[in-house]
T-cell receptor, first 112, second 115 residues
Framework: DQQVKQNSPSLSVQEGRISILNCDYT??????FLWYKKYPAEGPTFLIS?????DKNEDGRFTVFLNKSAKHLSLHIVPSQPGDSAVYFC???????????FGTGTRLQVFP | GAVVSQHPSWVICKSGTSVKIECRSL??????MFWYRQFPKQSLMLMAT?????????EQGVEKDKFLINHASLTLSTLTVTSAHPEDSSFYIC???????????FGPGTRLTVT
């Protein structure tokens, strides 16, 4: 039972344009969401997070949007840069479990 | 800051042998460490959560006698894969948290191949 889903396994975007990565979840108990970036043969690195009491959080080129009614969150990267090419995981957590549940990842490729 | 190391970065072992993977938090004290495994093109799956000085809590379906976890200090946790089989081949990643589970710092991972 995949509680956190990233339905797009890959995304290709031109440098300078916006990258939008999507994530859906099923568990209404999730109250904190995170995005991680992962390069091959490396561990994930934290990018940005959002609490369920907010619907938007912005940090530089990265913005995360949360739509609780739709159980959907998205990560916007603008402008996209070639160095952003990596696999992006969304993760969700509920206070009652104190665990992170990861999505399956989306491979982003930013081309010149 | 917040650096987590794993050793070894890759290991090849024969079926039936045991392999130990170390996870260290280099510049902070980790009250909690997490062990994940990732199969190709799949998500990171939490295997177990360990708190310093206490027994690890294993996720459903993870054999605690096969995947031995020790968290002897605030900077070191080890995962031992006992009697490894080819189906144990995977990418194992640890993370360490100084407090909140929302704040996890990941190691670079260990690629285990069992022949």
């Amino acid at each position: 039972d995949q509680q956190v889903k990233q339905n797009s396994p890959s995304l290709s975007v031109q440098e300078g344009r916006i990258s939008i990565l999507n994530c859906d979840y099923t568990n209404s108990m999730f109250d904190y969401f995170l995005w991680y970036k992962k390069y091959p043969a490396e561990g994930p690195t934290f990018l940005i997070s959002i609490s369920s009491i907010k619907d938007k959080n912005e940090d530089g080129r990265f913005t995360v949007f949360l739509n609780k009614s739709a159980k959907h969150l998205s990560l916007h990267i603008v402008p996209s840069q070639p160095g952003d090419s990596a696999v992006y995981f969304c993760a969700a957590s509920a206070k009652v479990t104190d665990k992170l549940i990861f999505g399956t990842g989306t491979r982003l490729q930013v081309f010149p | 800051g917040a650096v987590v190391s794993q050793h070894p970065s890759w290991v090849i072992c024969k079926s039936g042998t045991s392999v130990k993977i170390e996870c260290r938090s280099l510049d902070f004290q980790a009250t909690t460490m997490f062990w994940y495994r990732q199969f190709p093109k799949q998500s990171l799956m939490l295997m177990a959560t360990s708190n310093e000085g206490s027994k690890a809590t294993y996720e459903q379906g993870v054999e605690k006698d096969k995947f031995l976890i020790n968290h002897a200090s605030l900077t070191l946790s080890t995962l031992t894969v006992t009697s490894a089989h080819p189906e144990d081949s995977s990418f194992y990643i640890c993370s360490a948290s100084p407090g909140s589970p929302y704040e996890q710092y990941f190691g670079p991972g260990t690629r285990l191949t069992v022949t």
